[in-house]
């Protein structure tokens, strides 16, 4: 039998699937270890990609798993990717869970996006170096082309560090309305996140998509901010300078 009539099998045995133009004709009990490490396989990586998610719902989460295998199977052939959607799958399917824990397709979309960023085949070698002059490329200025935005209802980074450390008991969190970066490190290519303002926010938001200068920045900044013109262009100056210094942004403006 070829790799490819295994997986048919095997794709059709979990989702129960009945085509009666499979010739398939074999005994599970011949493929029970093959079906083993892919089954085995496929919980380390989600317990790999969503380890905050595997303390909160504990020993029901293999289950949860089987079963977001089962509503969404992969239609990737990067390994990962199977993992990709859990957030969805948690807000859609696991409306139970959902009432005990509002956040909880908000953590799964926090965990997933770190992955997403190391992942990222964006570029950012060309710009390692601390200090690049904006005044000597036409005051240009260059976001990590892997940075993500993140905009939550709760605040994940604190339940994620009360899950991690186990320090809550109940796991239950007010709402807090919550502005996340994610972006992966130049240097060592780790994902790194950091909470900013509102304003910061909006200001990335209107900027991520286009070639902007800082001259572009500080019409954006006064757009969102028109009755304080001056402290609006301060504070996106400001913001981008934080922004530099973590690696967020990959240059800044050097003023004389």
Not at 13 to 39: A, G, P, Q, R, V
Not at 45 to 66: D, H, Q, T, V
Not at 128 to 149: D, F, G, H, M
Request: aromatic share 14%.
């Amino acid at each position: 039998m070829s790799l490819r009539s295994h997986q048919l099998f095997l794709k059709n045995y979990y989702l129960k699937i009945n085509d009666s133009n499979d010739t398939l004709d074999f005994k599970k009990s011949e493929l029970n270890i093959y079906e083993n490490l892919l089954w085995h396989g496929y919980l380390d990586l989600m317990c790999n990609i969503y380890p905050y998610c595997k303390i909160l719902l504990a020993e029901k989460f293999n289950s949860i798993c089987a079963n977001f295998l089962r509503t969404q199977p992969p239609k990737d052939y990067h390994f990962n990717q199977i993992a990709n959607g859990f957030s969805d799958y948690l807000a859609q399917y696991e409306l139970e869970l959902s009432q005990i824990y509002p956040y909880l397709s908000q953590l799964a979309k926090y965990e997933w996006t770190e992955l997403e960023c190391i992942e990222d085949k964006a570029n950012t070698t060309n710009f390692t170096e601390q200090n690049i002059n904006a005044t000597l490329i036409n005051y240009k200025l260059y976001l990590n082309p892997t940075l993500r935005l993140l905009n939550f209802d709760y605040p994940i980074l604190r339940i994620a560090q009360k899950i991690k450390n186990k320090t809550s008991k109940s796991f239950r969190f007010k709402p807090k309305k919550t502005f996340l970066i994610a972006f992966r490190d130049a240097e060592n290519y780790n994902c790194k996140f950091a909470e900013i303002t509102q304003f910061g926010f909006n200001i990335l938001k209107s900027i991520q998509d286009f070639n902007v200068t800082y001259q572009g920045l500080a019409h954006k900044a006064v757009s969102l901010n028109s009755n304080q013109p001056d402290k609006a262009i301060f504070e996106a100056l400001t913001i981008m300078e934080k922004l530099f210094d973590i690696g967020a942004v990959l240059n800044k403006l050097e003023l004389d």
